[in-house]
């Protein structure tokens, strides 16, 4: 295997964290275990990453009841066709999918809408799934316009997806700063969880809300209308930061080609 698994163990429910390597900006699929199922929170980007989430769930010996898809950006959906179990979404968010189309991974290979497209609405709210409640909350702003959060508060385990990235560079190219920095501050109030599960890096702790809302204060504070400033600026506060393309990528969304 490629990449890593981190398992978050609450007795009879595991999380199984899948991070792939740093040449795909360690993005993560989290498998949660129940007594006698599996669902997947996101899928992927690279098909060979995918094939190893697959490959951890059929290890566990359990079916998958479904797979979440929490957002409309391609590393987090581009490898659902691997899975073989329904695609669930935001509807919004399956819009969003929908109107992308076919999308290409990092290797160029096209990845076709038809094999990707969640074909299941998911309404936020509280779904109880093999006896475990799940909770699904809806979140505009941010990472990416819409995202979904799931939370499992008898386990005290929140999946938050990228509203979070662990020691990793923010992708800033939806240019919704303030918007990120509420989102982070309504998690932030949230006392019942203790493990948080970030969209790109490991597991880890309430304290990263901290760290990602200095981040975003820091970028808001040095981001003007150069790229290439703006890079050698954030890369300067946090040099021990990964993902530095990340901003290569979002400066092309927030200057243009030439960046």
Not at 45 to 74: C, M, Q, S, W, Y
Not at 79 to 103: E, W
Request: charged share 20%.
């Amino acid at each position: 295997m490629i990449g890593t698994v981190h398992v978050t163990d609450r007795g009879a429910v595991r999380v199984h964290t899948y991070v792939a390597p740093d040449a795909s900006v360690n993005v993560t699929s989290h498998v949660v275990e129940t007594p006698h199922s599996l669902v997947v929170v996101d899928a992927q980007f690279l098909g060979r990453f995918a094939d190893e989430v697959v490959e951890l769930t059929r290890d566990l010996g359990k079916p998958v009841d479904r797979v979440v898809i929490t957002h409309a950006h391609p590393d987090h959906y581009a490898g659902a066709g691997h899975f073989d179990a329904p695609k669930h979404a935001l509807p919004v968010v399956i819009d969003q999918i929908r109107a992308r189309g076919d999308v290409q991974d990092p290797t160029g290979t096209t990845v076709a809408l038809r094999d990707v497209l969640p074909t299941q609405a998911l309404e936020p709210g509280t779904t109880v799934i093999d006896g475990v409640p799940f909770v699904f909350e809806a979140v505009s702003g941010g990472e990416a316009p819409d995202q979904l959060v799931v939370k499992l508060p008898e386990q005290r385990v929140a999946i938050v997806q990228d509203l979070v990235y662990n020691h990793i560079h923010l992708f800033l190219g939806d240019d919704d700063i303030p918007g990120w920095r509420r989102a982070v501050a309504v998690l932030a109030a949230d006392p019942g969880y203790d493990v948080v599960l970030p969209g790109h890096g490991q597991p880890t702790t309430p304290a990263v809300y901290a760290e990602v809302e200095r981040y975003l204060a820091t970028a808001a504070e040095v981001l003007g209308d150069d790229g290439d400033a703006y890079e050698a600026a954030i890369t300067e506060r946090y040099p021990d930061y990964d993902g530095t393309f990340v901003i290569d990528i979002a400066n092309r969304y927030l200057f243009g080609a030439g960046h």
